[in-house]
Every structure is written in C-alpha cells, then in structure tokens.
C-alpha cells in the first residue's frame, strides 16, 4: 500500500515538473531570450504565490484534520493541566500571527507581481508603523514571559512538602532502574565506585550506610496516585534523559550529579486506560498491529495501553530502545506492591 | 578615514597592474588570493559538501519511515554498515550526526557566509580586495583542509562520530560508549579545530575590510543591508568561535590525556573509570556559548541577502533601513546570552533557566520587527519575481513558521515535553536551516552573474527548483511538529520498539516522500548550476537593476576589481522608484539610481 501510494507520488510529481517546465517555457515563445523576469514570469509567479498560500493553508488543516488525534492525551500530573494550557494559548497566538503574516506576505507577492510601466511606490520609512510592530510582540512576550516563569519556578520547585516519596531513576545503557527510599524514605548513599556486580550491588549503594539497607531496587516504575513524587535521577555512563511524556515531565540524567524533578501523579493507568481518547488511540493502534500480525511482522502483539518512560538523550546503539514502565495505581495496590518487593539488605545477603 | 584608505588602495592597484599578466593556472585558480575566485572556491566546496550532507538525510529518513527494511541502495552506499541492505543502528546516529555538522558548519557557515562576505565585501563596499588577500587565502585552504578530514572520518574502520552533531560528552568521549567515539571522534574534533581556525581569519578579515576599506562616501549608514550583516556576523564569530575551541581541545584532553574536565564518576562495561569531578554540564555551555549564535552567524548572512535582493526586485526601498541595522545588532547582542535555552533540563539550576527564558523571548522582538520589514517592503512594490526574489520571499515564510514555534522551545515551561523530540527538529530546520538555504539559493540566482562573469543562470528552471523545493520543505517539516507533539524523540533509530508510536508511521512515509522529492530538486539546482558557468547567456552589466557598487565593475575578473578609480559614493543602496516634487523619476526613464549618482540639485537624501 504504502510502495503504491509513494509510486503514484513520484509519478505525479514527475508529471508535475515537466508541466511546470513546459508551462513557463511557453509563456516565454513570444518574448525575448532572457534570463531576466518578464510580465508573463511575473503574472505566473504572482499566481502561483498565491496558489502557495492556500497550500499553506491547506497543508495547516490537513494537519490538525488529520493528525490531532495522535497528539499526547489530557496530562495525567498535577501541573501538567497548567503546561497544557499555556501550551494552548501559545499556540493560539501563534496561529493568529501565522494566518496573518503568511497571508500578507504572499498576498502582497501576488498582488503587486510587476509590470512595464508600473511604478513602485518609494516607502522608506514610517516611525509609527514601526512603534506599532515593535511594541505588539513587546507586550504579548512579556505576558508569555512571566506566566511561562511563574509556571515554571512551581514546577521546578522541588521540596519536602505534602510528604512525597523519593524515587530514584538509574540510568545506564540501554535500561532504566528505579530505587525507593523504602520505609524511612531516605536514599541511602551511594557511588558507582561502589558498584559490586557479583554481589548484586547494581547500582553502587553504600552497604555500611543504614538509610540504604530498606532501599527497594526495581525494574519497573509504581506510583501510588495522588501523591507527590520527588525524582532523584543518576546515570552511570553517559547523559540520559528521563523523559514521561504523560506526565509532561523530563529531567536529564548526568553522571557526577544528583537531578530532580517533581510531580504528582492525578490518574491511574486503570483510569487513563478508559479515557476516550486513549480507548480510540489503543483501538487504532491495534488495528494496525492486527494487520501486521496478519503479514507475520514483528511488533504485532496487541497493545494495551501503559504510561512509559523514555530515553531522551542519544546514549548509544539502543537509545531507541531504552524504556521502564510506569504504573500509576491507587495507594492500596502500592501499598501491597511494594510489600512484596526485596529491600537492599537481604537481596545483597542471599547473593552471600 | 575612508578617504585616506581610498588612495592607499589606489596606489595598491597601480603597483599591481605589473603582475597582473603574470598570473599561473596555480596562483589564479588554486592558491588565489583574489577575493571573487576564493568565494567561487568557498561555493563550489559547500554545495559538495550539502549534496553529502543531503543525500545522508535522504538515507537516514528512509530508515524512519520504513525502519528494518531492506534496500539494495544502503548496501551499496553504507556496504559493511547496512548487512543485507540493513541499516545499522550505529550508523543511523552516525548519519545523523554527519548530516547535522557538515549542514551547518560546512554548508550553511562556510558555503553561505564564506561565499557571500569574501565576494560582496570589497564588491559592495567598493574595495579592491579583502584586507589581507593572504590571509583570505589561507582561511579558505583551511576550511578545505577541514572538510577533506570530515570526509574522511566517514571511511574509519569503526566509522565516523556518532554522538549527535552537538557532541555532548561522555559519549562522545568514551570510545568503549559507541563505536564512533573513537577514531571517527578524534577526526571530528581536529577537523572542526581547524574549521574554527579558518572561520576565525576570515571573519578577522571581513571586520577590517569594513572598517577600513570603504570607498570615499561610504558611511556606515550608506552600506548596504548584505554587508551589515556579513560585518556583525564576523563580529559574533569572533566572539564565539573561540569558546568551541576550548570545549573541544578540553575534550580532547579528556579523551587522550586522562583529564576530568567533563566526567566524573562513570562505570561503564563493567568497570570504573577514574574520572572525577568534571560536568557534562560545563561541556554543554561551552558548546551553546557557540552553538546558539551559530544559528544567527547562519541566519543573518541569509537575512542580509534577502534584504538586497528583495530590494531591489521589489523596485522599492527596503522599508526601515535603520531599524533593520538595529534588529541587526539587537539580535547578534542577544545571541550571546541566550544560549541557556538549549539547556532548560539539562540539571542546571532552574533560576539560570528563568533568565535564559526571559532573553530568549527577547529576540523575538527584533525578529518580528524584520518579518513586518521584509512585507512591508513588497508593499505597493513592482515585483519582479526573479528565481531570487522567489528564494526571498520563501525565506520570510519559513523564518515566520518556524520562528513562531520559538515561542513555544524558548518557554522553559513549554520546553520541558517537547524538548529533544521532533518539535525541536522541525523547528530548526524551518528557521535556520531551509531559511538560510533558501538565503542562500536566492545569493546564488542574484550574483550568479557577478561570480561567472555576466553569465545568468536559466530562470525557468530556477522556477521549477523553487517551487518544488518550497512545496516540500513545508511537506517535510509542517507534520513533523505534530509528531514531536505527540511525544517522538529525536535521534531514534527506530520508533517500533513503542506502541504508542505506531499509527506515527505514516506521517513518517509522508515526510519522507516529501524528502525524496526536495533532494531530487536539488538536482535541477545543481544542473542549471554547472551548466550556467559553461553555457550560461551573458546578460548586462547590471542585470536586475541595481543600485549597488558589484554592478558597476565590468564582466571580466581581474585582481582589483574596477579599471579605473574606485567610483566614489554619493548616496544609500536603496534609491528605487525615487522621485522628485513632480512625480517623475530622478533619472528620467529609469527607476533605480545607482550609489554612484550625485545627489541631483534639489533631491532630498534618505537617512543621512
């Protein structure tokens, strides 16, 4: 299908490159041989400029028409309704000041086109007009400016308040580790230069450090809904990023330095998997993997949908491959998940 | 000042007169030191350098868009590093990587600025050269000899660097990291070394031409558009290069002496290294510290040429002179502090990251009031739609377009989904990249006649290159915002291994058609381009009509540029349509007056 449609692309684009070739070679049978724009160059060009502009256009609706619906679904993070809607109000703007100056600016090529004869008015200079430009954008930015700042010191401000629990992100090539402070929600100390393979010490914790002996190392990310998460995020070799596109939140990780991010989780993956949106994404998803399946491709099991955790930052061979699932559930199944997960202490004693 | 330099030169012409027969195919074609056949040597290395730098994008979109597909053309062109047709993980960062720094090192700093400031400088300002021809010479050997070693990086056994063309260490600073951070890597970073030499004596150069070799009545105000902008871009150059430097011997250090100015504490395949105590962090503000004015040492050359070129094809002048000087310097001033953008969540400290917000929205403002410039400038104009001025006005959509999304990338706030996914991609490539490409374009299509002697490239096939290529960059580059959108990041080889992504393909296959289609096009360019130098038609001396200096030297080269005296001054570039009390043009008949005109008896003069 796809060979089909890129084939049937190359023909019409073929076709449209000798008609267009032909196109202005005719208009210039009657005219002198010059290199030089003449009326009839002018006239097509003009035309066309506003041809543009509908492409323009079109090309704008086309897009939303068709793609809004892979856009990422409502933010499931406390601050992520706020970004949301900054990022709507950018967008407006921005789509104003695009209609408006794409339409002018080719509007003006199409209309003023040149002629013999014409003559172009000489405008050089108008103080007023350019106040008017200047100060426009000066105080729409300045209103972008600090509600985008005021958005973002909240976000970043990460502090002890409202009882988060502390996680840690571990990142290495080509996977992702999560560490819990455990019961006293402490991290214990830790370096790679502590890292002891054999004794399954993976992510180099300070075994004589008491606040590391209840840590909980995990693959897989679970998150009680509701409650605030401090991230403390490592990396053990080369920059990583941590990027929750659901919960509009990234943060890098940077070997040498302790980063941080801050959220608090609003809905559970139960939850998010009914919402609309994501009942329709999934629905077409795996419409599209039953169609591989059926060719015996790879990536064909059908999909259910999970939050996810991803690499952001070149890393090496399999960064594109570099994930951990989140799980955002209510604080009973947390509760009863993370009871059953080792602490540090005895996973490191059995290995002995 | 300028009159004392003036007769220095004179008497320079004179005493060279006597050499002048004297010239060998060596000293005139390969070691020149004459300004125009340096910038034809600057040009032709570029477009080299695009056509690799291109058809790597090419290959590296067909992956996306068909990921794990096999295609007989990877064989052949990648052989061990695309198994069965295959391409390799490895090699896709690679290719990645490549296409990013010779796109905007190689093609769009050198070939752009380097072509347009080395044969517009002395043209437009009335010179006979370049300040010192020497050293223009050895700044253009010195870019040649650095793109023979990029070149050549391609062909090391464990292939070229892979990092991403911003380099971050520890990966490109451990070999044992990826394949590429070894030889390929080493390259890389001695190649570039090199490219900052070259750039740093050529901007040197291009300040002090400006400065000092201005023909009698050239003030500063009287300088065309083109040649502000080639002098503040040398300006930012010379600030900013420098600090690209340190970054990279500093890497250098930490790759080959055991150093720690980038890495601490790293484990990697099962061992410790002794690093301690360096950032990755102080790497990436070193590498902005360049990187971002690097977007405006390839924009503003761009934007300088559109002015001229709009200009004059608008038959009207450029609408706000002064104010287009200031967003000039507005926009180089605040390149330099902005580069924290790039860096929001990176780890650095969240107050640095409000300030950088804060300048960065700032720049806006001077860009905005260019857009509104440029439009008002076609205005009530007579525009003749030559292939350049097509080029022009396609550069202000794009700026426009992808300037915009700047408003969303530049919002720490906004910043923190978006960044490093494809929103990113798009918004670069639309405003640095196909703008100034497109800057580029419309320079080659206007001083065509000025580098190969009167001949003029065929507009009709000029026409169909632009309008393809316009087509398809907004084909390419419009739907890949939403693809960012929906939460793709850059720089994976492959989007399969998420479900989330899947119904992304298709958009994917979209962009790539459209891709296809574009680099196809560039083959009309190149075509029209080697065919105009041997079987171009000469046109006149002044083609398009032009008020500027280059116009009035005749069609041959030769070293000094104007027979006789250098033309004296008398007025700004821009006198286009100008008329006097009764409505009638200042040269009857005519509607441009050359710089060259005196001021006729009760004209009244712009600006000045």
């Known amino acids: ?352 | 000042m300028s009159a004392t330099a003036h007769a220095q030169v004179d008497g320079h012409e004179e005493d060279h007169g006597h050499h002048h027969h004297k010239e060998t195919f060596v000293t005139k074609y390969i070691f020149s030191t004459d300004h125009k056949m340096i910038s034809k040597q600057y040009l032709i290395t570029g477009l080299i350098m695009g056509t690799i730098g291109i058809a790597m994008s090419i290959l590296f979109r067909m992956q996306i868009a068909w990921p794990g597909e096999s295609f007989p053309i990877f064989e052949a062109v990648l052989g061990k590093w695309a198994p069965g047709g295959v391409m390799d993980a490895d090699i896709y960062l690679a290719l990645v990587t490549i296409h990013g720094t010779i796109m905007v090192f190689f093609v769009l700093t050198a070939g752009l600025s380097g072509t347009f400031s080395n044969l517009l400088i002395p043209l437009q300002i009335g010179a006979r050269d370049m300040a010192s021809g020497f050293l223009n010479m050895v700044s253009y050997w010195l870019f040649f000899l650095s793109s023979v070693i990029m070149v050549c990086s391609l062909f090391v056994e464990a292939g070229p660097a892979a990092a991403g063309w911003t380099i971050y260490p520890p990966l490109s600073a451990l070999p044992m990291a990826q394949p590429g951070s070894g030889m390929g890597m080493t390259l890389w970073l001695v190649s570039m070394a090199i490219f900052i030499a070259s750039s740093l004596l050529g901007s040197l150069n291009y300040i002090v031409t400006v400065i000092n070799l201005r023909t009698k009545g050239m003030s500063m105000t009287r300088l065309p558009l083109t040649i502000w902008a080639f002098f503040v871009t040398a300006i930012i150059g010379v600030i900013s290069f420098p600090v690209l430097l340190s970054a990279a011997l500093l890497l250098i250090m930490d790759r080959s002496f055991g150093t720690s100015f980038f890495l601490s504490d790293i484990f990697i395949q099962g061992e410790v290294l002794h690093y301690q105590g360096g950032s990755p962090v102080l790497y990436e503000h070193l590498f902005w510290f360049l990187g971002h004015p690097e977007v405006y040492i390839v924009l503003l050359p761009a934007l300088g040429i559109t002015s001229e070129v709009m200009s004059t094809n608008a038959r009207k002048p450029i609408f706000g002179y002064r104010a287009m000087i200031a967003s000039i310097i507005a926009i180089a001033f605040l390149s330099t502090i902005v580069w924290g953008h790039h860096m929001f969540i990176s780890g650095m400290n969240p107050f640095l990251g409000s300030v950088f917000t804060f300048t960065t929205l700032l720049i806006a403002i001077p860009s905005a009031v260019k857009a509104f410039n440029y439009i008002t400038t076609l205005w009530k104009g007579n525009l003749q739609l030559n292939p350049g001025m097509l080029f022009s006005i396609g550069l202000v959509s794009t700026f426009i377009t992808g300037g915009l999304t700047g408003i969303v990338l530049g919002d720490s706030t906004l910043d923190i989904n978006v960044h490093d996914t494809y929103f990113v991609v798009a918004h670069f490539h639309l405003v640095m990249g196909i703008s100034a490409l497109y800057g580029l374009f419309a320079g080659v299509y206007h001083w065509f006649p000025k580098m190969f002697e009167g001949k003029m490239m065929n507009k009709n096939l000029g026409y169909v290159h632009f309008w393809i290529t316009a087509v398809c960059a907004y084909g390419v580059f419009f739907p890949m915002h939403f693809v960012g959108m929906a939460g793709v990041p850059r720089r994976y080889y492959q989007n399969t291994a998420f479900p989330m992504f899947d119904e992304l393909t298709d958009v994917q296959v979209l962009m790539t058609v459209f891709a296809i289609i574009a680099a196809g096009a560039q083959l009309i360019f190149l075509y029209n381009f080697v065919n105009s130098i041997f079987n171009g038609k000469k046109g006149s001396l002044n083609p398009w009509s032009s008020n500027t200096l280059e116009w009035t030297t005749p069609h041959e080269h030769f070293h000094g540029n104007w027979h006789g005296p250098i033309p004296e001054v008398h007025r700004w570039a821009y006198d286009y349509s100008k008329v006097d009390a009764n409505g009638e043009y200042i040269i009857p008949g005519q509607d441009f007056v050359p710089q060259t005109v005196p001021l006729q008896p009760d004209e009244e003069e712009m600006h000045h």
């Open chain 1, 1 to 352: 299908m796809t060979t089909l449609l890129t084939l049937v692309v190359l023909v019409l684009v073929a076709i449209a490159i000798s008609q267009m070739t032909k196109m202005f070679e005719l208009s210039q049978l009657t005219t002198e041989n010059s290199q030089i724009a003449n009326d009839q160059d002018n006239k097509i060009n003009g035309y066309l400029l506003f041809a543009f502009l509908i492409f323009i256009y079109g090309i704008t609706i086309f897009s939303f028409w068709k793609y809004t619906k892979v856009l990422l679904p409502t933010a499931a993070s406390a601050h992520g309704a706020e970004y949301d809607y900054l990022m709507l109000v950018s967008f407006i703007i921005i789509f104003i000041v695009q209609t408006l100056t794409q339409a002018l600016l080719h509007y003006f090529g199409y209309k003023y086109s040149g002629k013999k004869g014409n003559k172009a008015l000489f405008y050089a200079d108008n103080d007023k007009l350019e106040f008017i430009w200047t100060i426009i954008p000066v105080i729409v930015l300045a209103g972008l400016i600090l509600w985008g700042l005021y958005t973002w010191t909240e976000i970043m401000d990460v502090n002890d308040e409202d009882d988060p629990i502390i996680v840690e992100l571990y990142a290495q090539q080509f996977n992702w580790t999560a560490r819990y402070a455990g019961d006293d929600n402490v991290l214990g100390g830790a370096n790679v230069r502590m890292i002891d393979i054999d004794n399954a010490n993976i992510l180099g914790l300070d075994p004589s450090d008491s606040y590391a002996a209840d840590d909980i190392i995990v693959k897989e990310l679970h998150l009680p809904v509701g409650r605030k998460v401090n991230f403390k995020m490592r990396s053990q070799d080369v920059l990583h990023s941590a990027y929750m596109p659901h919960f509009r939140a990234q943060m890098n990780c940077v070997p040498g330095m302790i980063t941080e991010f801050s959220f608090t989780p609003i809905t559970t993956t139960a939850e998010m998997r009914l919402d609309p949106d994501v009942v329709d994404k999934v629905k077409r998803t795996n419409a599209i993997r039953a169609k591989k399946a059926a060719l015996g491709e790879d990536n064909s099991d059908p999909w259910e949908f999970d939050y996810i955790l991803l690499c952001n930052k070149i890393c090496g061979k399999s960064h594109y491959n570099m994930q951990m699932k989140i799980i955002v559930e209510t604080e009973e199944e947390y509760n009863k998940w993370i009871k059953e997960q080792k602490t540090f202490k005895p996973a490191i004693a059995s290995v002995n």
